[in-house]
């Protein structure tokens, strides 16, 4: 999915008058025609690609546009809070080369300041151009893509099933910020769904991050309490900016005979690490202390 805008920049050749009374542009003068676009492909670690939610795509016009100078003679640099505040008949630009750059947000911070939380993406796109005098319209078109990191944690639904009183998990920022994830007794991705739960998406900076959590397993019997696991720190220590990091905690050996369990940890469906459990995962193997 792209969403478009299209703006025109009149690049200013020499000080004094911007344009002829007839509104075009004096003589002298040039135009920059931006073609500004907003996509919500994303790389995803082991994957090739993946896709953003549609609603978290800004549209074009929503973007924040920088200007500035890549002149080492001429110092120049302005931002307009999106692409409808800049007026094409007030604003101009001097004739050389500059960057410019696409953001979200009203600000420009860079994806290294930008700010993390829940459906909070950070698009930015940018490019260098000469506008100069006398060559008509320089056309560019620049694509703003997701500039800070997305991570999904999921369960699944063997993980869900065994650890059936919940789970409580944490994913913590180089920033400081804490995000909880996890799910409540009883509840499937459908319940979730239904109400209004649906999958998060964390868009953090592109720094380490962890992960951290517990889940609590079904109550064996009457006279025995529900069991708490807590799982190992995993941690991400050079995430990549505009990729998502999708983690998957599955459970398997729970129930088998041989009374063993493993916790598997998954990266975008690939096993990244196998934690052993200290405590029998099967309940029936457990001995009822009531006899």
Known sequence: ???????????????????????????????????????????????????????????????????????????????????????????????????ITLFSGTEYVGAGQSPEGIDQPYFEGSQTTLVSVGRGTTKIRITARLANTAVRIRFTERFRGYFGNGAKFKLTTEAGNEFEAGYAPGETPAKAEKAEKAEKWYFVRPAEFSITGEATKQKPSATQPAQTIRFAETVNAAPKAGTLYTYTFDVAGAGDTDNTGEETFKLNDNPIRTETVDEELNDDAKPDPAN
């Open 1 to 99: 999915m792209k969403r478009y805008a299209i703006l025109t920049l009149m690049a200013l050749a020499a000080a004094g008058c911007a344009k002829e009374e007839s509104g075009a542009p004096a003589e002298g003068y040039g135009t920059l025609a931006l073609t500004a676009e907003c996509t919500n492909a994303v790389a995803a670690a082991t994957r090739a690609q993946a896709e953003l939610p549609a609603e978290l795509i800004p549209t074009a016009n929503e973007l924040g546009l920088l200007v500035e100078s890549a002149d080492p003679e001429y110092e120049f640099t302005q931002v307009w809070p999106s692409l409808d505040d800049y007026d094409s008949e007030n604003d101009f630009l001097w004739a050389t080369h500059y960057k």
